[in-house]
């Protein structure tokens, strides 16, 4: 079993940041992409970005120059680097890891579907 646990959300204000954090536990097996997404009130869950085996990112594309994802090997820890926030990126956000392939669609933009394990989310909220 592989355990996802999340941390660092919290309240700011537009233009702040923060970072987020998703610890790793159990076997590595089957993880070997990692990812976060998010999902705001009456929304469906959308990819943020993710991060590939062999170091490789990507990113929607409104989030592209403010989010950064980044990973500790060492402890198998995930990141994502989150700058010059707005409201609009209120909402839980959700670390994932999947399979090899969940890195390798066609479009580089995380799919829901593609993700075995979940952590709990972290909530993030913006305000004005």
């Known amino acids: 079993q592989v355990q996802l646990v999340e941390s660092g959300g919290g309240s700011v204000q537009a233009g702040g940041s923060l970072k987020l954090s998703c610890a790793a536990a159990?076997?590595?097996?089957?993880?070997?992409?990692m990812a976060w997404f998010r999902q705001a009130p009456g929304i469906e869950r959308e990819g943020v970005a993710l991060?590939?085996?062999?170091?490789?990112?990507n990113y929607a594309d409104s989030l592209k120059g403010r989010f950064t994802i980044s990973k500790d090997s060492a402890d198998r820890t995930l990141y994502l680097q989150m700058n010059s926030l707005k409201p609009e990126n209120t909402a839980m956000y959700y670390c994932?890891?999947?399979?090899?392939?969940?890195?390798?669609?066609?479009?580089?933009?995380?799919?829901?579907?593609?993700?075995?394990?979940w952590g709990q989310g972290t909530q993030v909220t913006v305000s004005s």
């Open positions: 991060f590939d085996s062999d170091g490789t990112t």
């Open positions: 159990g076997h590595a097996s089957g993880t070997s992409c």
């Open positions: 994932a890891a999947g399979p090899w392939y969940a890195c390798r669609r066609a479009g580089g933009i995380p799919v829901e579907s593609d993700y075995i394990y």
